[in-house]
């Protein structure tokens, strides 16, 4: 993607001029205004991410053994939020506009230059005054008057109908402070001066029950993790697996985003795509196993070992997440942040962000995280249920260790404890009975965790499909032609079915058997409209890989030999090849899947 950022603003905003003309992204209730940071998904991007959760779906469950689905409500009981630390923790830091008390995220405040004006007040005919202290940032090239004039503005729009009109608004003892140059201290739109940054709770808050008191707040869930550590234990108990095991799940998650942007991007409701894999401790593996093995650069990661600890999980599931990019079409657009020590949360042991490339940037994709077991133990202490399971040959095995052999075990953990750098160090009467419960066979399980957002996903895969090219007609005019070059696995449309001709009906008939053919296996569409050059264009432009022309030949006009053959048009290298009807599903199938 372009380096040069007005063509990379330019490339953002044809895509998302192509999404609502196409029918992929609208804005949510737009005919009233819009709900900022909210977006409708329509017939091609409803299309576009059922195809994305499925192939999502189908290769972390159905091609596994080792994976159970999840699908969890909503609405949850707000003790949930407290173990996990949602209610107390989960906040960004806002800085707050003191000209229009707009907020905006403290790390997303772009640095800027300007001459800073200061004034003691304002006020107007009306007998409205404001008494305070009003400072803000020219924007540059801005002259003073345009400057003033958007000062006046915005400070009656914050005040409402009491200050009567802008213009007739008094700014009180007007004073050039001074220039500055890279500064964060101004909101990037108003240019009013921020506030000391603050923690606000991203969490939406709503009402479970009839009174609508504190007693009965509850919160729209921020994450669908949490409902997969609450239902551990039940879906262990119930499907009869032994860890390692994952439970995977997909659904909606809120937050309170103050300043959501770049499109779908960052926005207050989305669709979040999560495994919780569950790992024995490493000790628990040395006891079975004899050791734990080393992650080394070039280890073979395409079949797990009984061996394994958490180190070689994470990495093979950052390579399992990246094979899975690459067969959706994202393989060449990926880098990959590891989270070092300072930015990891004191219960994680390794965290790798995904990114992509997109024309705003490069940003995260999915998050990969090493999180010990923080989950399942806090709801453990919470809830005071055990989220322990229990290990028969774990038992076996730590019943044949000498007490040197299980001492050595627990001075280990007590060097680990005692080297930590965050979180408080466990004492050492807690290693031991860890230990005790740990050599009964006991344990809570460890959590490898991928999460991915699937609306980050849908806007990967658009923004890197999007291409354009400029053709030149016959008579020398030049046409911008628009191809989403989508992989066939998550298009929206399959086939473009056409005849070649609309007014012949043996055409047409032949055209309908075929499309109804294809219809009941793949997704289909079907256009009789217009030169078949402008419907194979518009199938281009909503990412379409293949279109099946119905011609003269399939009706044998041509001889014997093409009766009952296709065109079969290839999107990206524009090949056409001739295919049998009877052959066509069975050629196109293995293409999509």
Same mark, same amino acid.
């Given at each position: 993607?372009?380096?040069?950022?007005?063509?990379?603003? &330019?490339?953002?905003?044809?895509?998302?001029?192509?999404?609502?003309? $196409?029918?992929?992204?609208?804005?949510?209730?737009?005919?009233?205004?819009?709900?900022?940071?909210?977006?409708?998904?329509?017939?091609?991007?409803?299309?576009?991410?059922?195809?994305?959760r499925?192939?999502?779906?189908?290769?972390?469950?159905?091609?596994?053994?080792?994976?159970?689905?999840l699908?969890?409500?909503?609405?949850?009981?707000?003790?949930?939020?407290?173990?996990?630390g949602?209610?107390?923790?989960?906040?960004?830091?806002?800085?707050?506009?003191?000209?229009?008390?707009?907020?905006?995220?403290?790390?997303?405040?772009?640095?800027?230059?300007?001459? /800073?004006?200061?004034?003691s007040?304002?006020?107007?005919?009306?007998?409205?005054?404001?008494? @305070?202290?009003?400072?803000?940032?020219?924007?540059?090239?801005?002259?003073?008057e345009?400057?003033?004039?958007?000062?006046?503005?915005?400070?009656?729009?914050?005040?409402?109908?009491? #200050?009567?009109?802008?213009?007739?608004?008094?700014?009180?003892?007007?004073?050039?402070?001074? !220039?500055?140059?890279?500064?964060?201290?101004?909101?990037?739109?108003?240019?009013?001066?921020?506030? %000391?940054?603050?923690?606000?709770?991203?969490? =939406?808050?709503?009402?479970?029950?009839?009174? !609508?008191? %504190?007693?009965?707040?509850?919160?729209?869930?921020?994450?669908? &993790?949490?409902?997969?550590?609450a239902?551990?234990?039940?879906?262990?108990?119930?499907?009869?697996?032994?860890?390692?095991?994952?439970?995977?799940?997909?659904?909606?998650?809120?937050?309170?985003?103050?300043?959501?942007?770049?499109?779908?991007?960052?926005? +207050?409701?989305?669709e979040?795509?999560?495994?919780?894999?569950?790992?024995?401790?490493?000790? #628990?593996?040395?006891?079975?196993?004899?050791?734990?093995?080393?992650?080394?650069?070039?280890?073979?990661?395409?079949?797990?070992?009984?061996?394994?600890?958490?180190?070689?999980?994470? $990495?093979?599931? /950052?390579?399992? @997440?990246?094979?899975?990019?690459?067969?959706?079409?994202?393989?060449?657009?990926?880098?990959?942040?590891?989270?070092?020590? &300072?930015?990891?949360?004191?219960?994680? +042991?390794?965290?790798?962000?995904?990114?992509?490339?997109?024309?705003?940037?490069?940003?995260?994709?999915?998050?990969?995280?090493?999180?010990?077991?923080?989950?399942?133990?806090?709801?453990?202490?919470?809830?005071t249920?055990?989220?322990?399971?229990?290990?028969?040959?774990?038992?076996?095995?730590? &019943?044949?260790?000498?007490?040197?052999?299980?001492?050595?075990?627990?001075?280990?953990?007590?060097?680990? %404890?005692?080297?930590?750098?965050?979180?408080?160090?466990?004492?050492?009467? !807690?290693?031991?009975?860890?230990?005790? $419960?740990?050599?009964?066979?006991?344990?809570?399980?460890?959590?490898?965790?991928?999460s991915?957002?699937?609306?980050?996903?849908?806007l990967?895969?658009?923004?890197?499909?999007?291409?354009?090219t400029?053709?030149?007609?016959?008579?020398?005019?030049?046409?911008?032609?628009?191809v989403? @070059? =989508?992989?066939? @696995?998550?298009?929206?449309?399959?086939?473009?079915?056409?005849?070649?001709?609309?007014?012949?009906?043996?055409?047409?008939?032949?055209? +309908?058997?075929?499309?109804?053919? =294809?219809?009941?296996?793949?997704?289909?569409?079907?256009?009789?409209?217009?030169?078949?050059?402008?419907?194979?264009?518009?199938?281009?432009e909503?990412?379409?890989?293949?279109? /099946?022309?119905?011609?003269?030949?399939?009706?044998?006009?041509?001889?014997?030999?093409?009766?009952?053959?296709?065109?079969?048009?290839?999107?990206?290298?524009?090949?056409?090849? $001739?295919?049998?009807?009877?052959?066509?599903?069975?050629?196109?199938?293995?293409?999509?899947?």
């Amino acid at each position: 993607m372009s380096s040069d950022p007005k063509a990379s603003i &330019a490339q953002m905003e044809k895509i998302v001029s192509l999404c609502k003309r $196409r029918g992929f992204i609208f804005q949510s209730s737009e005919i009233y205004g819009g709900c900022g940071g909210v977006w409708d998904y329509g017939p091609l991007g409803a299309e576009l991410k059922r195809n994305l959760r499925t192939a999502w779906w189908n290769t972390m469950t159905r091609e596994r053994e080792d994976v159970l689905g999840l699908d969890a409500s909503i609405l949850m009981n707000p003790a949930i939020w407290k173990a996990s630390g949602h209610v107390d923790t989960f906040a960004d830091l806002m800085r707050e506009c003191s000209l229009t008390n707009k907020r905006v995220r403290a790390d997303h405040v772009d640095p800027q230059s300007g001459t /800073v004006l200061k004034y003691s007040g304002a006020q107007s005919p009306t007998g409205w005054r404001w008494d @305070r202290t009003i400072t803000a940032l020219t924007k540059s090239g801005e002259h003073i008057e345009s400057f003033r004039k958007r000062i006046r503005a915005l400070i009656a729009q914050n005040a409402g109908e009491s #200050a009567g009109k802008p213009e007739e608004i008094e700014l009180l003892g007007e004073e050039k402070i001074d !220039a500055v140059n890279g500064s964060v201290d101004f909101h990037p739109e108003t240019g009013g001066m921020l506030g %000391e940054a603050r923690p606000f709770n991203l969490m =939406l808050k709503t009402y479970l029950g009839p009174t !609508a008191t %504190e007693d009965d707040v509850t919160y729209l869930r921020p994450e669908t &993790a949490q409902a997969i550590f609450a239902q551990f234990k039940n879906v262990f108990d119930s499907s009869r697996v032994k860890v390692p095991f994952g439970i995977g799940q997909i659904g909606k998650a809120f937050r309170n985003e103050v300043t959501p942007k770049n499109f779908t991007f960052r926005s +207050r409701e989305f669709e979040q795509m999560e495994l919780e894999f569950f790992i024995k401790p490493d000790e #628990a593996v040395e006891i079975i196993s004899g050791e734990v093995a080393a992650w080394h650069e070039g280890a073979d990661l395409s079949e797990p070992q009984p061996n394994w600890g958490w180190e070689l999980w994470h $990495r093979y599931w /950052v390579d399992q @997440r990246t094979k899975f990019y690459q067969g959706i079409g994202l393989g060449d657009v990926l880098e990959y942040y590891w989270q070092t020590p &300072a930015d990891l949360a004191h219960y994680a +042991r390794a965290c790798v962000d995904i990114l992509c490339e997109f024309p705003f940037g490069t940003e995260e994709l999915e998050g990969i995280a090493a999180r010990g077991d923080f989950d399942l133990s806090a709801h453990q202490t919470a809830s005071t249920k055990s989220q322990e399971i229990f290990d028969e040959e774990l038992k076996t095995a730590a &019943a044949k260790l000498s007490d040197e052999q299980k001492e050595s075990l627990i001075q280990k953990r007590l060097a680990a %404890e005692a080297a930590k750098v965050k979180g408080e160090p466990m004492p050492e009467a !807690a290693v031991r009975a860890w230990f005790e $419960r740990l050599f009964k066979g006991s344990y809570v399980p460890h959590v490898i965790e991928p999460s991915a957002g699937l609306d980050r996903m849908a806007l990967a895969v658009i923004a890197k499909a999007f291409s354009e090219t400029e053709k030149v007609d016959e008579k020398g005019k030049k046409e911008v032609i628009t191809v989403l @070059r =989508l992989h066939p @696995r998550v298009a929206p449309i399959k086939v473009g079915v056409f005849p070649l001709l609309k007014n012949k009906p043996e055409l047409v008939a032949k055209a +309908r058997e075929v499309y109804a053919l =294809l219809k009941k296996h793949l997704n289909c569409f079907y256009d009789e409209t217009a030169s078949i050059g402008r419907r194979y264009a518009r199938q281009d432009e909503v990412g379409t890989p293949f279109g /099946v022309t119905i011609d003269f030949e399939t009706c044998g006009e041509k001889g014997p030999e093409l009766l009952d053959t296709v065109t079969l048009r290839h999107r990206d290298s524009g090949e056409q090849e $001739r295919v049998k009807i009877s052959e066509l599903l069975g050629k196109l199938l293995p293409l999509v899947s």
